[in-house]
Nanobody, 124 residues
Framework: QVQLVESGGGLVQAGGSLRLSCSASGLTFSMYTMGWFRQAPGKEREFVAAIRGRGGRTYYADSVKGRFTISRDNAKNTVYLQMNSLKPEDTAVYYC?????????????????WGQGTQVTVSS
C-alpha cells in the first residue's frame, strides 16, 4: 500500500520561508518522479515543481521559479519543497504526488499516487 505523507505546512508572514516534506512508503521511491501541486481556495489544483527519480532533474512553474527548490533524498524516501520569499498568493493546500513517468511531470493525470495535503498560509 502506497502512502505519501506531507508535513511542514503552517502560517508564515510574507517574505518568510517554509520547508515541506513528503515521506513515501510502499513504492520503489527512486523509480518515481515526485511532484508538488497546490490548490488555493476556489481555484483548480496547479503544478508547482517536480523532480525525476534518477538524475534529479527539476522542473518548476514560472510562478515559483527562483523562490522554491525541490529536492529528494532517495535513501530516506523523502521529497522536499523549500519555499522562500513567500507571498500571500502562495497560500494553498500543497500536495505531494508520485508518477512513474519521467517525461509527463506537469499534468495531474500523470500522477498515480497522492498525499492528503498540507496547508500553507502566507499572511500579508
Amino acid at each position: 500500500q502506497v502512502q505519501l505523507v506531507e508535513s511542514g505546512g503552517g502560517l508564515v508572514q510574507a517574505g518568510g520561508s517554509l520547508r515541506l516534506s513528503c515521506s513515501a512508503s510502499g513504492l520503489t521511491f527512486s523509480m518515481y518522479t515526485m511532484g508538488w501541486f497546490r490548490q488555493a481556495p476556489g481555484k483548480e489544483r496547479e503544478f508547482v515543481a517536480a523532480i525525476r527519480g534518477r538524475g534529479g532533474r527539476t522542473y518548476y512553474a514560472d510562478s515559483v521559479k527562483g523562490r522554491f527548490t525541490i529536492s529528494r533524498d532517495n535513501a530516506k524516501n523523502t521529497v522536499y519543497l523549500q519555499m522562500n520569499s513567500l507571498k500571500p498568493e502562495d497560500t494553498a493546500v500543497y500536495y505531494c504526488a508520485a508518477t512513474p513517468s519521467s517525461s509527463d511531470y506537469y499534468t495531474e493525470t500523470a500522477y498515480r499516487y497522492w498525499g492528503q495535503g498540507t496547508q500553507v498560509t502566507v499572511s500579508s
